[in-house]
């Protein structure tokens, strides 16, 4: 079913992508306000479902890479938005015919709005997570095989270049050298899938899910009711903890924002290990939920996400699990984005406690 | 001798100190007009303890002036903003975000021109000297008298900002005021840009502000220099605040900490000010509040100027009870509490009631409550005794134990211990609290940059910040040798090569005033 994304929508979108950012994705505020001045620009989004695509579409993923630091400084513009969609659908010979995004979490759920409305061509009511993940490659399409490449990148100069590479790591690291060499904050095109690959690879009706969870947050605190519970509801997840963050450290290495939080509660303590994401809730040394399973801390009564970067000493939090993508819990799939892969030696835990089924 | 005066919206407060011991203390209703105010205190300060002009080295100033201006909409200068960055940031250009109310009233024309740096300081596109020379034929064609200029990156190299300031200078002439983004706000474009605007919008009225000032203490034959508070609690000199009015916004709350730090003897506390209808609690360490952290906005304006983090809770004097689960506020019956309330004869249960019915304040007619069950009226006061402690442990920063002074009509609902922090200190002499705030005679210099930090230089880096916070800090006037390092931050930026990282410093050092006089 198709729907129109108005201006008015964008709080919520960006409100409910903090939440699925699951503590990372940068300050969404930025943004929030591009997508909303393309959306006056250009007018509302037409916003598609997956079971609408038609075989023979030609979709591809915005996204921004670099840091969201940069990216409060050095302002996009939307000419670098656009430019790498339409340098890759030139590059493939077919005009583009529809824009999704890789994440639903942080920044890189707005941008492809301020895209789609630029372009004027449909946004999928879908992405490539279902959450948010730090690298180019961890997204389901991958699963499906298909690569990110040939991918566009471009910068506000004007600058644009579409990689043909042999695999992903490739992309990764040569996208990446680009990108410092263009100041850090680039927008990238890629994941070039027709409507059939789409319609399996992608998340479906993600995107009208982002929107629920940031109306259903600010509906709930206007009925005097509680919004962490309405956020649980709507994620089919679970409360698992609250209590007061009484220690976080942090260490920048490998360019993310690794550290440790510890939230004590009146059932004890709990330890959360992110990489601008959280990745892992332990508990006396029990591993309670891991990545690719969401872990969301929302301030205690406003229930506003709280990203990791903002977490500090004091602050009254509630902690929800919830379920990411059935996917994600395949071998391939959790050798890709499971604890393992980010340095931690446990097996990945569900939202809801139990062991990833062995297989 | 020196005198502090406070001006906030309702009541002007005065004190004349010697040293850290106050002589006098008046109390007047803040006058429409600054100069009248400025005489009433300082005529009442002589009827309290006689002096001479010449006795006086200094005068210190708090004011709200400012801030009300810009929430009113009123007195503010048309101004334009100009931004060097193209041709990055298209999408969101100056102003983006405004209320329209406020963009009318500063008849607010916004430019972008080319400029600015990226993150390790290399150019993102030369300027453009003609391009700017026309951006300000333009502005003077429209009118503009004040311009708020801002470079992508300025934080990390200001140089742009400084250049295109001269070259709109050469067409706008000396009497349009330009105000750079990098000398008011840090990184974080929009926040600082919007905070330069707004310090542009305000130029006019400061010199305004500053001449009323300056000639009604002049009038009273006072011949030392004058001082304007700062947000950080630190002053500024007239000069400064003719080109950064911005940084007085805050000093209201500023001065009332540290006027109650002050009173109870106290450096480092948690100061809990309860009214009628919030508890505001902000944290005091080494005398100076602890500042946020996020955005803050300002009359509908996003802006990164550092502001005291206070964190306001729905209990006061005037906080309605609810009679079946003893919890106190958000609601509150605000000024109306002596009709309201029940010990004043009204027929709403308030948190002062339950303060008299428990023998912590006397006030009305006790008579009035004598009625309550002295198990809820404990269970009441133990809840709000319970959510004030739990609002001073949100924001103090770590598990260290920290004094607790309570201050404001609003106090009498607290007990005299605190859970999790002990005795609860109540100043004496705190109705001119925030004159006393005000008149606390030190200044500061603060550096706020990102340096690329080369592998192993670390502590040479950091060395070279803190030597350059203090000359700040003795440049604004500081005794060197009292000059201390009082706030230290070192943030890495995620995501960035090359160790890009992010420091503050910011030294405070006691004012010379032998120097200065």
């Not at chain 1, 994401?277 to 229930?303: K, N, R, W, Y």
Request: hydrophobic share 45%; net charge negative; charged share 20%.
């Amino acid at each position: 079913m198709s729907w129109i994304l108005t201006a008015d929508a964008i709080d919520g979108l960006a409100r409910g992508a903090a939440v699925l950012g699951t503590g990372g994705g940068g300050d969404p505020y930025i943004g929030a306000l591009l997508a909303r001045r393309a959306v006056d620009t250009h007018g509302p989004v037409t916003v598609i479902g997956l079971d609408e695509l038609p075989d023979d579409a030609l979709v591809l993923t915005v996204a921004m890479m670099g840091a969201p630091t940069v990216m409060v400084e050095k302002l996009p513009s939307l000419d670098e938005v656009v430019a790498p969609v339409r340098a890759l659908g030139a590059s493939l010979g077919r005009a583009v015919t529809h824009v999704a995004c890789a994440e639903i979490g942080g920044v890189n759920s707005t941008i492809p709005v301020a895209a789609a409305a630029a372009l004027g061509l449909p946004l999928l009511d879908a992405d490539g997570m279902g959450r948010a993940f730090p690298e180019l490659q961890m997204v389901l399409p991958t699963l499906y095989d298909v690569t990110a490449s040939p991918l566009a990148f471009g910068d506000e100069k004007g600058n644009v270049g579409v990689l043909n590479t042999v695999d992903n790591h490739w992309t990764e690291r040569i996208a990446r050298v680009a990108c410092v060499e263009m100041g850090c904050s680039i927008m990238i095109s890629g994941f070039p899938m027709d409507g059939n690959i789409a319609r399996v690879a992608l998340v479906d009706g993600s995107l009208s899910h982002c929107v629920a969870i940031g109306a259903g947050l600010v509906e709930a605190r206007a009925e005097k009711t509680d919004p962490v519970a309405r956020v649980v509801e709507i994620l089919r997840g679970r409360e698992f903890f609250a209590g007061k963050v009484v220690d976080v450290e942090r260490a920048t290495t490998t360019g993310f924002a690794r550290g440790r939080a510890t939230i004590d509660g009146t059932d004890g303590s709990l330890t959360l290990s992110f990489q601008n994401e959280h990745l892992m809730a332990e508990s006396d040394g029990e591993v309670l939920v891991t990545t690719p399973d969401l872990i969301i801390v929302l301030d205690h009564e406003s229930g506003e996400p709280i990203t990791t970067e903002g977490l500090r000493y004091g602050q009254r939090v509630r902690v929800v699990a919830a379920p990411s993508d059935p996917r994600w819990h395949a071998p391939e799939a959790l050798a890709m984005v499971g604890p393992g892969y980010f340095g931690y030696e446990t097996a990945s835990r569900r939202f809801d406690g139990t062991r990833e089924p062995v297989l | 001798m020196h005198i502090g005066i406070d001006v906030g919206g309702t009541n002007t407060d005065a004190v004349l100190m010697d040293g850290r011991q106050t002589l006098a203390g008046v109390k007047n209703a803040t006058t429409p007009d600054v100069t009248s105010g400025i005489v009433q205190a300082i005529e009442g300060l002589r009827t309290g303890h006689s002096f001479d002009g010449s006795d006086i080295s200094a005068v210190m100033i708090g004011t709200t002036h400012f801030i009300n201006a810009l929430v009113q909409a009123k007195r503010l200068a048309p101004t334009a903003a100009l931004r060097l960055g193209l041709p990055a940031t298209k999408a969101l250009p100056p102003l983006v975000d405004w209320p329209e109310t406020l963009t009318t009233a500063i008849s607010a024309r916004s430019y972008l021109a080319h400029g600015g740096y990226e993150f390790d300081g290399r150019p993102i596109s030369p300027l453009d000297a003609d391009e700017l020379r026309g951006i300000a034929a333009d502005m003077a064609a429209n009118g503009v008298r004040s311009v708020a200029i801002s470079s992508v990156f300025s934080p990390v190299n200001h140089d742009l900002e400084t250049t295109a300031a001269g070259i709109v200078a050469e067409i706008l002439g000396p009497d349009v005021a330009i105000s750079l983004s990098h000398e008011i706000g840090r990184i974080g474009l929009l926040e600082r840009e919007n905070a330069t605007i707004i310090n542009a919008a305000l130029r006019e009225l400061a010199s305004e502000i500053v001449d009323g000032l300056t000639s009604a203490v002049r009038a009273q034959g006072i011949t030392a220099p004058i001082f304007l508070s700062q947000n950080d609690g630190t002053l500024m000199d007239e000069d400064y605040v003719r080109l950064y009015p911005v940084a007085t916004f805050a000093s209201g709350p500023t001065n009332s900490m540290r006027g109650a730090a002050l009173t109870s003897g106290l450096e480092t506390c948690a100061v809990v000010d309860i009214g009628g209808t919030t508890a505001d609690i902000g944290l005091l360490v080494n005398g100076f509040p602890r500042e946020t952290a996020n955005e803050v906005k300002v009359a509908g304006v996003r802006t990164n100027f550092r502001m005291p983090d206070v964190l306001s809770i729905g209990i006061g004097g005037g906080s309605v009870v609810d009679l079946d689960t003893g919890e106190v506020g958000p609601e509150s019956v605000g000024y109306r509490l002596t009709t309201e309330a029940l010990v004043f004869g009204g027929s709403t249960l308030t948190a002062t009631d339950i303060a008299v019915a428990a023998g912590r304040a006397d006030v009305g007619d006790p008579t009035r409550v004598a009625h309550l069950d002295p198990v809820f009226v404990t269970r009441v006061l133990d809840r709000i005794a319970e959510r004030v402690a739990e609002a001073v442990d949100r924001m103090r920063t770590s598990p260290e134990p920290i004094p607790v002074v309570a201050v404001g009509g609003g106090s009498i609902l607290l007990p005299d211990e605190l859970p999790l922090f002990g005795a609860v200190h109540r100043p004496e002499n705190y109705a001119v609290a925030n004159a006393i705030g005000a008149s606390i005679a030190q200044v500061g210099g603060e550096i706020d940059k990102v340096y690329a930090v080369r592998p192993g230089g670390r502590d040479e880096t950091v060395a070279g910040v803190r030597a350059e916070a203090v000359d700040k800090a003795i440049a604004a006037g500081a005794t060197p040798g009292s000059v201390s390092i009082v706030d230290f931050d070192e943030v890495p930026i995620p995501y960035l090569p090359g160790n890009a990282t992010r420091i503050r410093v910011k030294a405070v050092g006691d004012l010379d005033m032998a120097v200065s006089s």
